[in-house]
Nanobody
Framework: QVQLVESGGGLVQAGGSLRLSCAAS????????VGWIRQAPGEEREFVAG????????YYADSVKGRFIVSRDNAKNTVYLQMNSLKSDDTAVYYC????????????????WGQGTQVTVSS
């Protein structure tokens, strides 16, 4: 069983940056694909970015390409989401989710979810 804990959210001005972390328990985290999914108030959940379990592929929504970077450090059992040039439209609760041997893509399988971290971008 894998447990996920997100951190790093907060309030930032438009144009600023934040780095989210997704820390996982479990010795086999390196075999999990991880995705970042966000949900704004009154909106459906939206895939943002993800990384394959092997770390050799990353995926991004069109709305964040060129601004967000997803990476992983298996030695620390952590996946990161570096968010740059933030916009008010990026305001949402950000969740990380994991699936064993998952692709980390929009259509990937995610069996484990964190509790989410709030990101608020002021204009």
């Amino acid at each position: 069983q894998v447990q996920l804990v997100e951190s790093g959210g907060g309030l930032v001005q438009a144009g600023g940056s934040l780095r989210l972390s997704c820390a996982a328990s479990g010795r086999t985290f390196s075999s999990y694909g991880v995705g970042w999914i966000r949900q704004a108030p009154g909106e459906e959940r939206e895939f943002v970015a993800g990384i394959r379990w092997s770390g050799d592929s990353t995926y991004y929504a069109d709305s964040v390409k060129g601004r967000f970077i997803v990476s992983r450090d298996n030695a620390k059992n952590t996946v990161y989401l570096q968010m740059n040039s933030l916009k008010s439209d990026d305001t949402a609760v950000y969740y990380c989710a994991a699936g064993q041997y998952g692709s980390g893509s929009r259509s990937g399988r995610y069996d484990h979810w964190g509790q989410g971290t709030q990101v608020t971008v002021s204009s």
